[in-house]
């Protein structure tokens, strides 16, 4: 993906030509197209390409060889031709080497781009390119991958060939829906009209019509049976010529050519567009001075956005630029996943949205009970959906508040009940959990932010020198103890080996006992960020630190009225604990929840953005039986008054179980593995309960991104520091002016990754403050990190 240019050029029209099926007449549309544009009596000229990517059966039968007897020489290409006329997986097995999914790209892409630099170009000719599949849309290509899924990453626009055949109806309706699904636009359908009883062009051109896409009916070619190869020429060349200059052939071209100047339009103003009537998040539009300012995406697939280019070249409008951010963090399966939108069509088709307030469906219900079990926390026994992380911990804080205030007796309404947290942390933008934050820069302005609470320092992990070292905040060392370095993460996650923990034990009391004990301050719940503090700057805190807070605060006493401890393990203690894993849960962090880490069962935990993959907004905050206790009454006002007109809303809950299902395979699978293995350094150490007797241990902490790289960050003159953890990269950048969200210092980096060189892969990344992180998808290929982290590498270099 990383080597494409994209699917757009200003003066070469590219169409890939798909089939409902094998035998339709691709080829014959490919050459009556050609034919078409050469004849074309209009004030532009067209130069003639077709390009078969794959090919099957003997060199004398080679389409290439058909279009340009016919087409009137067009230049023709075939990049890869396999002997067998069979199925290119088969072909190319037999024939001993199979071409990646890539590399096939990887050419046509060549090709297609060196037509569009093609020099000189003569004046008022443009270049127009058929590209023409093999067998039907979903027919696979020479590693067995669907083509429809092959030729994706480009996206050029289709003519899809209708069948003309008995059954001709329902497969070319199946494939333009198989197309439509995974993001192509179609930009016109070709029914073959053969006279034939059936008169599926009659009804394909109706009913495509209606759906706003393009239907044109051309004739069949004539019956060549019984003719000899001399008269079948004949025959051919005069239906060519004859019908490559009728109507229909002509709407067609002028189809092809307005959808092309349409795109190129559309493309050239949307950012102005955009200036003129968006209000974007996160932004000073103060800042945007210009409409190129503003990213412009075409499409996005994998990893990889295709944006548009702001300077005029003549190669491609569209450059790919790796998705840093993970699309802010909800991207788990790729872009444009094909596994993902076939489950969002069938839950569309089956239920659209049905209510869900004393209702139920099986996506809901099926999602509920998987995540009870898999969570592993034993303590949680109910599921509570919303639409987003905000709303998640809104929901949240409203069950720990209401728990802590009914078994303590306290009055919320008239009461002032706080939060314990930490510095740094941030739980969403709603009012509610915007007030369990301290003041920052994206609450202190809210008119009715009032921010409720006390937010602990907290020591912090990086790898500096290449090294991993546990620091406390500046001048809190009697608090908290010196700076601690460590050879490995697993070392800093090794609770029984540290000796830190009585410090923690002792500054964490000391704290409660001011607030609660001096100034009489009322807590109702814990809430946190497991690991790593996302929006607050990417702050990885110590999580023995976390964990002891935990553990202080389920045995501190909170009111002269609490309870004993009740011996029932799974009923909260001291304050009910909420987890905020709406960043770090779902294996972001490399596993499937970030509590794992700190060996910790919340009585809340909070998940979203991973959970359908990166498909459709949807949350759940799940609690304990105690929790959902405190909401039990006679009276609906004691129940918790809550909720979305979408909530559980079935697509998103279908797309969830599809999403999780597949990371749980890539959580078993090779490819992970493997990551784990490069960060592990021995042999039999246990892990997860089990004994791995590989020749290298899987590590217990580990990260996509190479332990190599990661060292070298951490040696480089302008970093600070560096954290990886599962899928996130973060690099502190030196900033003498001070840190935090108000630094500048990482924005040359990140306009640097972005703007690349001439064999760069660009890199769309975020930054907090003087932090760069990139962030990986589950599905991520190791290729592409690594070219990544090699850009990262020399662009630091370059502006040191």
């Known amino acids: 993906m990383s080597e494409l240019s994209g699917g757009l050029w200003r003066n070469l029209i590219a169409i890939q030509i798909y089939g409902a099926n094998t035998g339709v007449g691709k080829t014959v549309a490919s050459t009556l197209l050609g034919a078409h544009f050469a004849n074309r009596k209009k004030s532009t000229k067209y130069n003639i390409h077709y390009i078969k990517p794959v090919s099957t059966g003997p060199n004398s039968d080679r389409d290439d060889n058909y279009v340009k007897l016919y087409a009137r020489q067009p230049t023709v290409s075939t990049l890869f031709q396999f002997d067998d006329p069979v199925s290119p997986h088969v072909a190319a097995r037999r024939f001993g080497h199979v071409p990646t999914d890539g590399a096939v790209l990887a050419r046509l892409n060549a090709e297609l781009d060196k037509i569009a630099h093609a020099t000189p170009k003569q004046q008022g000719f443009k270049d127009i390119t058929f590209v023409e599949t093999a067998g039907g849309v979903l027919s696979p290509g020479p590693s067995g991958t669907p083509q429809a899924d092959i030729y994706r990453p480009l996206r050029l626009p289709v003519v899809l060939i209708g069948d003309h055949r008995l059954g001709g109806i329902a497969s070319t309706i199946s494939a333009a829906e198989s197309l439509l699904m995974r993001g192509y636009d179609i930009d016109a359908v070709v029914c073959f009209n053969d006279d034939s009883t059936f008169e599926n062009a009659q009804y394909l051109q109706q009913y495509f019509d209606k759906l706003g896409v393009g239907a044109f009916q051309l004739p069949w070619i004539p019956k060549l049976e019984g003719v000899s190869r001399e008269e079948e020429t004949h025959k051919m060349k005069q239906y060519y010529d004859t019908n490559s200059r009728q109507e229909g052939a002509s709407l067609l071209g002028d189809r092809i050519i307005n959808r092309h100047m349409d795109r190129l339009k559309n493309m ?405 593995r493997a990551y784990k293995e490069a960060w592990g350094r021995e042999a039999g150490v246990e892990r997860d309960g089990r004994v791995n007797s590989g020749s290298e241990r899987e590590a217990a902490s580990w990260s996509m991104w190479s332990k190599d790289t990661v060292t070298e960050l951490s040696n480089h003159a302008r970093v600070e520091g560096v954290i990886a953890l599962g899928s996130v990269l973060a690099v502190t950048l030196k900033d003498l002016a001070g840190s935090g969200y108000t630094s500048t210092a990482a924005l040359s980096l990140r306009d640097d990754l972005l703007s690349g060189g001439d064999e760069d892969i660009r890199i769309h990344s975020r930054v907090l403050g003087n932090v760069l992180y990139l962030m990986a998808s589950m599905t991520s290929k190791r290729d592409d990190l690594r070219a990544i982290e090699k850009v990262l590498l020399r662009k630091l270099d370059e502006v040191s």
């Open 268 to 672: 050239s103003t949307m950012a102005s567009r955009t200036q003129s009537a968006v209000w974007h998040p996160f932004t000073q539009h103060k800042h945007i001075e210009k409409a190129d300012d503003i990213l412009v995406f075409d499409s996005a697939y994998g990893d990889f956005f295709q944006a548009k280019h702001t300077a005029k070249s003549d190669g491609s409008l569209l450059y790919p630029a790796f998705d840093g951010s993970a699309s802010w963090w909800t991207q788990g399966l790729g872009h444009g996943n094909p596994q993902l939108s076939l489950a969002a069509a069938y839950a569309a088709g089956r239920y659209g949205h049905v209510m869900f307030a004393g209702a139920t469906h099986e996506p809901a219900l099926t999602l509920a009970e998987r995540l009870l079990k898999d969570i592993g926390n034993p303590r949680l026994t109910k599921v509570f959906y919303t639409d987003n992380g905000s709303t998640a911990l809104e929901v949240g804080i409203k069950m720990g508040l209401r728990a802590a205030c009914k078994r303590y007796d306290w009055d919320g309404s008239q009461e002032n009940i706080g939060v314990l947290g930490l510095k740094g942390s941030y739980h969403g933008d709603t009012i509610g959990a915007m007030d369990a934050s301290e003041p920052c820069v994206y609450n202190k302005k809210v008119d009715w932010y009032r921010g409720r609470g006390y937010w602990f320092d907290f020591p912090t992990v990086k790898m500096t020198q290449g090294r991993w070292v546990v620091e406390p905040p500046a001048g809190m060392e009697n608090d908290f103890g010196s700076a601690q370095s460590f050879d490995s993460l697993d070392e800093v996650f090794d609770f029984q080996s540290r000796t830190s923990r009585q410090k923690y034990e002792q500054y964490i009391t000391s704290v409660l006992d001011d607030l609660v004990g001096t100034q009489g301050r009322k807590f109702g719940t814990l809430l946190m960020e497991p690991i790593i503090l996302g929006a607050g700057g990417m702050l990885f805190v110590d999580p023995l630190f976390q964990r002891t807070l935990v553990d202080v605060v389920r045995k501190y006493t909170f009111s002269p009225t609490s309870s004993p401890i009740p011996e029932d393990q799974a009923t909260w203690t001291g304050l009910p604990v909420v987890f905020d894993e709406v960043f770090t849960g779902l294996y972001r962090l490399g596993r499937y929840t970030a509590a794992s880490f700190l060996d910790v069962h919340p009585d809340i935990t909070c998940n979203a953005k991973l959970l359908t993959g990166g498909l459709l907004p949807l949350s759940v905050t799940v609690a304990s039986s105690s929790i959902f206790e405190a909401f039990w009454g006679d009276e609906k006002s004691d129940a918790l008054l809550h909720g979305h007109s979408y909530t559980a809303h079935a697509i998103g809950c279908h797309v969830a179980n599809t999403s999780l299902s597949e990371m749980d395979n890539l959580h078993r699978g090779a490819e992970w």
